[in-house]
């Protein structure tokens, strides 16, 4: 018997049941009369928390975000990352991190996007694999999530996902499943959703059948937070740990029953094992320190954030070799993305950085001020620029604002976002009021609007003047995880140079399913024609136009998809004005996923940077004057029109739901798949991407003396190149089954690898094709199937590529176990 088998035989009842949920937001508690220690988990994916709130906090490392590293097609980039995360963790006094994020890119909308890899099943899970080698190589434990059907955030705490199990099999669990049998994660995290009418938390097939005993499972399956609605239906499925704590669902209801027999003994103690497993593997079993976090600013992680940057830019357009910059010649600097530094996407994944790169610093520190003139053309911004300068915060033990204040503190900014400790502890997080008190001087006279979204009822006054009411209608909307409401704007008309008393009041309601009080607040003055001129003046007196447009953590987030996918505000507008007084124009894209371009045709230069964390603007800019090559290459389809995309149909219950249920309709048909099925050309092709060298891939070899016997292929190239830089190239392998008897995908990726060459370098690469490389899942019959027949390999450098092609045949089939 081993010691966390002796260990959970030692324990009572109680304190078993209280490793089965958290003791807080962030931790299991100790028992120390076994001498076991604290398990602390942080969030993740593009950096470490630790355990402060989604605002403020100690500060931490932001690397790029999931879809900017599903860019680099580079799992050995994704190991160094998963490595250097695991220091992070480790500064935030962590032994778990909430990451990786492995659900697919179904739409072209959700707002959650950013955080996840690709469209694809393969290139996800690969990159999985990696990011989790290099983090649990460090002995920090990777959660991986959202186990499954999280492709959405409509009602995603209460929609069900209704795909079907082949879709379920060849798409959205393959992630997982490599997780699981490649990467032996830890952790799994199970998502919000029902899937096909149950909870996830307590769906069985997924957590007990599928998870347990066919991929033979020996991790733990943690809830979302708050994720969990049952007591016994979710411990007998298969979920280990409810999370965050103090328990909702287990504690005393779960004592109660086990005792009363709905929870075997047997049951809980597998459950149990469980967790004590994940503490041993990460050494928290035998970790009695203090929680302390620490911000860990390495020089190292900086160099490997930079770099990542650069590998993940996708350059989609470069006429006339445009890009990268050369010559001494004046650059305008322009949009709203120009001097801000957007390096993450909103929600559970935001964290305060050590600091933020614009692209503006990045080319001054590049190319020196004096090239440079600035305007900013327009804005992008979802909610009122967010008020900053101090605020005297008053919390009150009651939710009238009434008595006197229990407790008062100073926040830099107008925003808040309560959980937990609230006022010093003095207030019950869940039952309480605030009023801040502060100043604004606005720099230009007009009529400002002023806006505010809270989870919770909140208000805006200037000068004794009610302006925003977030209170008296207060509705619930798209914010906060779906708690709060959307921005209420009201206008005022304000003076340049004027001081205005601003008051903010907020009071907290009851929640639905997150237990949490927030709110933001911001006073804006809108750009106009004249913001727009100003920047076309800028571009007429410039050899070269750079315009930084795109999104930001605002309208990329968690808890709200997108309403459309052109480019917020005026600034298609701006692109196509600056385009028409200077033809080398060149776009640089930061957004969650693909964008309209109706300017395309127009510009010269297109370049998607993403949200590449902290050193942004240095990344960027490393590109664009060529210090780096752009390495990327899409994850994800651009469609022309968001109408191209999969889940656009006239039925609201396959996109965005109705009635409870959101229909995976399309089945297997998602990204590339989809628009090979109805001849719809992309934008932008998934797997596109231009760089700076050229490259010729020969010499197509396959050895396939093992493909009727045990269903295996070895598919060999030579790549070379031709080009006077280095620079890289992804071959990607391509699978059709011209044959089958069941519809399949015109073609899917099946094996990728990227290489990097100087110039004239040449290198034979050779990737392996195992058995499920050619096979479906038949339902019917509980199997994976290798059918007679031929089957196409193609390799090439994007999904619209002919490539170069051959054949393999089979003459029998081939059945393979789940």
């Avoid at 393969?122 to 290099?134: D, F, H, N, R, W």
């Avoid at 470069?318 to 993305?337: H, Q, R, T, Y």
Wanted: glycine letters at 12%; aromatic letters at 8%; a negative charge.
């Amino acid at each position: 018997m081993g010691r966390i088998e002796e260990l959970v035989d030692r324990m009572t009842l109680e304190e078993q049941v209280s490793l089965l949920s958290g003791e807080d937001f962030w931790s299991l508690p100790a028992i120390d009369r076994l001498g076991i220690g604290k398990l602390r988990v942080t969030d993740g994916p593009n950096g470490a928390r630790g355990g402060g709130s989604l605002i403020g906090g100690v500060k931490s490392a932001a690397f790029p975000v999931g879809i900017a590293l599903g860019a680099s097609w580079n799992v050995r980039l994704l190991t160094e990352i998963g490595t250097a995360l695991a220091e992070e963790v480790k500064s935030k006094g962590a032994h778990v991190s909430l990451a990786p994020t492995v659900n697919l890119h179904r739409s072209v909308s959700n707002g959650r996007n950013f955080e996840c890899y690709s469209e694809d099943p393969i290139l996800t899970a690969s990159l999985a694999v990696g990011y989790i080698e290099g983090l649990q190589g460090q002995g920090v434990s990777a959660t991986i999530k959202h186990f499954a059907g999280n492709e959405s955030e409509i009602e995603r705490t209460t929609i069900s996902s209704e795909i079907d199990e082949r879709t379920l099999r060849e798409l959205y669990l393959v992630p997982f499943e490599w997780a699981v049998k490649r990467a032996g994660t830890w952790g799994i995290m199970s998502s919000y959703n029902k899937l096909n009418g149950t909870f996830t938390s307590e769906n069985p097939w997924l957590l007990d059948q599928v998870l347990r005993k066919e991929w033979h499972y020996d991790g733990v399956v943690m809830s979302d937070w708050f994720g969990s609605h049952s007591t016994a239906p979710t411990v007998n499925a298969g979920l280990d740990l409810e999370m965050p704590g103090p328990p909702r669902d287990r504690g005393e209801k779960l004592v109660a029953a086990v005792e009363a027999g709905e929870v075997s003994r047997e049951t809980l103690r597998a459950r149990v094992l469980d967790v004590l497993r994940l503490m041993e593997r990460t050494g928290a079993l035998d970790d009695h320190s203090e929680w302390a976090e620490r911000a860990d600013d390495r020089a190292e992680h900086r160099a490997l954030i930079r770099r990542a940057g650069a590998e993940g830019a996708v350059l989609l357009k470069n006429a006339g070799e445009l890009l990268p910059l050369s010559g001494s010649g004046k650059l305008a600097v322009i949009g709203p993305n120009a001097r801000v530094a957007q390096i993450m996407g909103g929600g559970s994944a935001q964290l305060n950085p050590h600091y933020r790169v614009s692209p503006w610093d990045g080319l001054v520190a590049a190319l020196g001020e004096d090239h440079l003139s600035y305007a900013a053309g327009a804005t992008n911004h979802r909610f009122e620029p967010l008020l900053r300068g101090g605020f005297t915060a008053e919390y009150f033990a009651n939710e009238t604002l009434s008595g006197a204040p229990v407790f008062t503190e100073t926040l830099e900014e107008a925003q808040a976002f309560w959980i937990g400790r609230v006022g010093g502890g003095k207030v019950d997080p869940l039952h309480f009021s605030a009023r801040l008190t502060g100043r604004f001087t606005p720099e230009a006279s007009g009529e400002h609007r002023v806006g505010i979204y809270s989870a919770g009822f909140s208000r805006v006054l200037v000068d004794g003047k009610l302006v925003a009411d977030a209170w008296t209608h207060w509705s619930k909307g798209r914010t906060f995880f779906e708690e709060g409401c959307d921005e209420v704007v009201g206008t005022i008309n304000l003076e340049a140079g004027h001081s205005y008393d601003v008051v903010i009041e907020f009071a907290a309601k009851p929640f639905a399913t997150l237990g949490l009080a927030a709110f933001a607040a911001g006073i804006g003055l809108p750009l106009g024609d004249a913001a727009i001129a100003a920047a076309v003046e800028a571009a007429r007196e410039a050899e070269v136009a750079l315009v930084f447009v795109g999104r930001n953590g605002e309208w990329d987030t968690e808890g709200s998809d997108l309403d459309s996918i052109t480019l917020p505000g005026r600034q298609d507008e701006l692109i196509a004005a600056v385009a028409a007084v200077n033809a080398r124009t060149a776009v640089v894209l930061q957004t969650g996923g693909p964008v309209e371009m109706p300017w395309l045709g127009e510009v010269a230069a297109v370049l998607e940077a993403w949200y590449p964390g902290q050193e942004a603007g240095n990344a960027i800019a490393d590109v664009l004057t060529g210090a780096a090559e752009p390495g990327g290459r899409l994850p994800q389809s651009f469609p022309v029109k968001w109408a191209d995309n999969p889940t656009n149909s006239q039925d609201r219950e396959i996109y965005p739901g109705l009635d409870g249920k959101v229909r995976y309709e399309e089945g297997v048909f998602i990204g590339y798949r989809h628009y090979d099925r109805h001849g719809i050309a992309p934008l932008f092709p998934f797997g596109f991407g231009l760089g700076y060298t050229n490259f010729a891939v020969s010499d197509l070899e396959l050895d396939a003396s093992g493909f009727e016997a045990d269903g295996e292929v070895s598919v060999s190239v030579t790549v070379e190149n031709t080009g006077r830089r280095a620079g890289s190239e992804v071959v990607q392998v391509y699978v059709s089954a011209p044959d089958a008897t069941v519809a399949r995908p015109a073609k899917e990726l099946k094996a990728f690898e990227k290489v990097r060459l100087g110039p004239g370098e040449r290198q034979r690469l050779t990737l392996a094709l195992d058995d499920r490389a050619f096979a479906y899942y038949r339902t019917e019959a509980q199997h994976w199937l290798v059918e007679p027949g031929r089957y196409v390999i193609r390799v090439a450098r994007h999904a619209a590529d002919v490539g170069m092609t051959a054949e393999v045949v089979r003459r029998d089939r081939l059945l393979l176990p789940v």
